[in-house]
């Protein structure tokens, strides 16, 4: 594989243009950033060509074509139902539990082939981690949710375990909250703690890339604003794709921004469709497509 | 980000109920007087009945109680309070103690439990986790079809066709494990007609298996998918999945499948009495012949007179005291389950 070292240009490149607040009153700000296009050495880590999703004989999201690079947020949005959870979770496989779901098209992983025969998907899984748009602790003690990644992979050893917990909940910035009372029910938890236990737990397993499903909806703007501070640390070490409802989240914390929409196909049926991928300041600020704009000028107006 | 704040989804359309009750008038005190609203004698009504159907059932109960205690006198005031509990079966002296049996009664229940809880167990899981969906209301329904079957039909086919095959298979089992310390013991020499307590327990436990499976069933399709996707997204296996979600989440319903399936093992009568073998005394040996309290009733009633007819009824009465028992620790432990984790 590729040279080991983080790719820092990507990320520094991405951080000068996206610090770009917009505000609903600032659609457009005057002084737009040149966009800076692909950037050379981007380190790709999942690269989508022509990708369809189907559900039983339902096409749920179809031309879907983009690639996401190392150490990157990206942001999808788009209206209610037009596939963006759908796509997320093409990437780590997990449509491989609903009965009938089906993936078309090619989805790379690091240059290898997510789908390919030989792929386990538990370890894609693994590597993959997924953090879900309600929080969802197991009903067990604090401690025991973070452990239970590390445990299936064979970790036995309470001090090794009690070493990647401490670690997983510092980096989940939620260490100095619980350290106190790790034994009691995660299910104590209020709604930010919660969702942040839940990254906690997928940073445990050490993960390459972070799935993120509107993991801010259920939260009240304080816990969402916690998790994305955490979401620009997080990128220094992982990738990050995040769903997210919030123009201005999307806005705020993505490097780049694909917008999905949903449109009738010649049966009539709704069909959703990656309309634009783009740097997030393109996106925002001038879209080529007359649909983003209209999406984005709708949502802040 | 200045005073522009989140915006937050906006409120689905107003409720109409809320509007139209902040636009009536309101009455001038809307707690006491008035008219009665037209739905209030219904409620009433229902609310008698409610406390009468109750009431009804307290009464059965305690008559069952009074009736029970009352025919089983003689037997209870031949030996005190004490042949209750008494392992004294001495039937030329009048001595009819329930100790032995209420044992065996629940060696049976439990080793009928062991029997079935991991089959029914595993049918579940079959069923809501591995199963393809196809394939799973037949499973359902063919598991079901187990209950229908009548408890003397059972016990006739385990008499009739098994017991004998079993009798051989006791015979290699006992010579496999003999020495063995405590297995020695409980797998001892075997009765030559098959009929044993063991026997009782395998008939017992198929018995039970459809309800324990369609508790645990249904326990097992209440885990969450979130639970279940938490799991699978951090690697796990399915197998992992099942270890990890499914079972926490279950773990009291399962207890509350294992509370009735021993519920109903204690009380089970006829099977039980065909296959038994009837021998009223305490022994540890599972191949060999024995009794339950609801078997011996079965058996011996016809028969009986005087101070044995007594203590049958006197069996009846430990017999209910017994369920009552596993009824109140069920629901502790229901209880204090429920209060770790609050979940199910
Ligand atoms: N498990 C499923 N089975 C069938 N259809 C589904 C399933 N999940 C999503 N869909 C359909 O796929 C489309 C895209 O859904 P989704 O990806 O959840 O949209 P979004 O996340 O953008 O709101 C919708 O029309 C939705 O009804
Ligand atoms: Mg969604």
Redo the contacts with the bound molecule.
């Keep these: 594989m590729t040279s080991e070292p983080a790719m820092p240009p990507a990320a520094t490149a991405g951080d000068t243009i996206t610090r770009v607040d917009l505000t609903p009153t600032q659609v457009r700000p005057p002084e737009v950033p040149a966009d800076p296009g692909p950037v050379p050495g981007r380190e790709v880590v999942f690269d989508l060509s022509t990708v369809e999703i189907f ?2 004989e ?1 096409r ?2 179809t031309d879907v074509d983009l690639d996401i690079a190392r150490n990157e947020i990206s942001a999808f949005i ?1 209206p ?8 997320l979770r093409s990437l780590n496989r997990m449509h491989d539990l ?1 009965p009938g ?1 089906r993936v078309a098209g090619t989805i790379t992983y690091h240059g290898e082939d997510l789908y390919g025969p030989k792929v386990d998907a538990a370890e894609v899984r693994r590597r993959i981690g997924m953090v879900f748009q309600k929080p969802n602790p197991f009903p067990k003690s604090i401690f025991d949710n973070i452990a239970y990644g590390p445990r299936i992979n064979g970790v036995r050893k309470r001090s090794e375990l009690e070493g990647i917990v401490e670690q997983a909940l510092t980096r989940a910035a939620l260490w100095g909250e619980v350290k106190e009372k790790l034994k009691s029910s995660a299910l104590s938890l209020s709604g930010g703690q919660a969702q942040r236990l839940c990254i906690a737990r997928a940073l445990a397993v050490d993960p390459d890339v972070l799935l993120m499903d509107e993991p801010c909806s259920a939260l009240d703007p304080i816990a969402t604003a916690r998790i994305e501070d955490l979401m620009e640390e997080l990128k220094e070490t992982l990738t990050i794709v995040i ?1 997210t409802h919030n123009m201005q989240q999307a806005a705020r914390v993505s490097d780049r921004t694909a917008f ?1 929409t ?1 449109e009738a196909d010649d049966n009539g049926r ?1 069909v ?1 469709k990656l309309v634009e991928y783009d740097a997030t300041a393109t996106i925002f600020t001038k879209p080529s497509d007359p649909r983003t704009e209209g999406y984005i000028t709708g949502r802040f107006g | 980000m200045g005073g522009a704040g989140f915006p937050r989804p906006a409120p689905p359309s107003q409720n109409r109920g809320t509007v139209t009750q902040t636009l009536d008038p309101a009455p001038p005190s809307p707690l006491v007087g008035g008219p009665r609203p037209p739905g209030f004698a219904v409620d009433r009504a229902f609310r008698v009945l409610a406390v009468l159907a109750g009431l009804f059932v307290l009464v059965v109960l305690v008559s069952i109680v009074f009736v029970l205690f009352d025919s089983a006198r003689e037997w209870i005031s031949f030996e005190g309070l004490g042949s209750l509990f008494s392992l004294d079966w001495e039937p030329v002296n009048e001595k009819f103690g329930a100790g032995s049996l209420a044992l065996m009664t629940l060696i049976v229940a439990a080793l009928a439990l062991v029997i079935a809880v991991p089959i029914s167990v595993g049918i579940a899981l079959f069923v809501t986790e591995i199963a393809p969906r196809r394939a799973r209301l037949p499973i359902v329904f063919v598991i079901d079809l187990l209950a229908a079957i009548p408890s003397v039909v059972f016990g006739l086919w385990m008499l009739r066709q098994l017991s004998q095959p079993l009798a051989d298979v006791y015979a290699d089992v006992h010579g496999a494990v003999a020495g063995v310390p405590v297995l020695g013991d409980l797998l001892g020499s075997p009765s030559a007609s098959g009929l044993s307590i063991m026997t009782a327990a395998i008939v017992v436990g198929i018995m039970i298996t459809p309800i324990v499976t369609a508790i645990t069933r249904e326990v097992f399709a209440t885990c969450p998918l979130a639970q279940k996707e938490a799991s699978l997204a951090l690697g796990a296996t399915r197998w992992e999945m099942i270890r990890g979600a499914i079972f926490p989440h279950s773990r009291s319903g399962v207890v509350a499948a294992v509370i009735i399936g021993f519920g109903r093992a204690v009380g089970e009568t006829i099977a039980v009495a065909l296959v038994i073998g009837a021998s009223q005394r305490l022994t540890g040996n599972l191949l060999a012949p024995g009794d339950t309290l609801a078997s011996i009733i079965a058996n011996q009633f016809g028969e009986a007179s005087g101070v044995q007819r007594s203590a049958l009824i006197g069996f009846g009465l430990v017999l209910l005291l017994l369920t009552i028992i596993i009824g109140i620790v069920a629901r502790s432990v229901l209880r204090r389950a429920n209060r770790r984790f609050g979940v199910v």
């Design positions: 559900y039983g339902a749920a999201v788009g209610s139902g037009c596939g963006k959870t759908t796509v609903t779901a769903v999905y949903a709704r959703g």
